[in-house]
Antibody
Framework: EVRLVESGGGLVQPGGSLRLSCAAS????????MDWVRQAPGKGLEWVGL??????????EYAASVRGRFTISRDDSANSLYLQMNSLKTEDTAVYYC??????????WGQGTLVTVSS | DIQMTQSPSSLSASVGDRVTITCRAS??????VGWYQQKPGTAPKRLIY???SLQSGVPARFSGSGSGTEFTLTISSLQPEDFATYFC?????????FGQGTKVEIK
């Protein structure tokens, strides 16, 4: 069974940093691309970015709203995905989900971790 | 960026009704669309990929169609467990973009 567990969320001040982790199990983690998607309270879904696999050299793509502030990485040996978030803004407050990417779109999702950016 | 315009934003329907949700892309995106269902407090669940392929384990009352700029999610006979919010996603080009969502409520 595919399992994704996000962690690392919490309260952070504007301008601060936070690193989210996504622990994967139940599949060969090194194979799929991986996505991060977020959802602000009471709002819709926003794609944050993705990281490809070793076959493409771990290419990353980002939404314009986070490009230059967020960095996605993965450690295939640890079956883990990461989202480093710097220069956080109040509008980054959201539940952050990691997901496996299959047939071009997010397939299996974690339960999410809440990030609150507030002073 | 490709915009996905989803309609309606909400609808009221009864059990047994046929329900149709539409997403229009701001430019042609072949069949690079997925559809998701989300219930309150839970993660989204993929229903459809590649515009019309049914995700394993998803009931056959869900179907997707379309290509190019117009895409449709249809629920042939609405069941009590289908009351939720539905989103489309384009993955033709980066950044990937979601539709605004359609909340399906009980009539």
């Amino acid at each position: 069974e595919v399992r994704l567990v996000e962690s690392g969320g919490g309260l952070v001040q504007p301008g601060g940093s936070l690193r989210l982790s996504c622990a994967a199990s139940g599949f060969t983690f090194s194979d799929p691309y991986m996505d991060w998607v977020r959802q602000a309270p009471g709002k819709g879904l926003e794609w944050v970015g993705l990281i490809e696999n070793k076959h493409t050299g771990y290419i990353t793509e980002y939404a314009a709203s986070v490009r230059g502030r967020f960095t996605i990485s993965r450690d295939d040996s640890a079956n883990s995905l990461y989202l480093q978030m710097n220069s956080l803004k109040t509008e980054d407050t959201a539940v952050y989900y990691c997901a496996t990417d299959s047939s071009g779109s997010p397939e299996n999702w974690g339960q999410g971790t809440l990030v609150t950016v507030s002073s | 960026d490709i915009q996905m315009t989803q309609s309606p934003s909400s609808l009221s329907a009864s059990v047994g009704d046929r329900v149709t949700i539409t997403c229009r892309a701001s430019q042609g995106i072949r069949n690079d669309v997925g559809w998701y269902q989300q219930k309150p407090g839970t993660a989204p669940k993929r229903l459809i990929y590649a515009a019309s392929s049914l995700q394993s384990g998803v009931p056959a009352r869900f179907s997707g169609s379309g290509s190019g700029t117009e895409f449709t999610l249809t629920i042939s006979s609405l069941q009590p467990e289908d009351f939720a919010t539905y989103f489309c996603l384009q993955h033709n080009s980066h950044p990937r973009t979601f539709g605004q969502g359609t909340k399906v409520e009980i009539k």
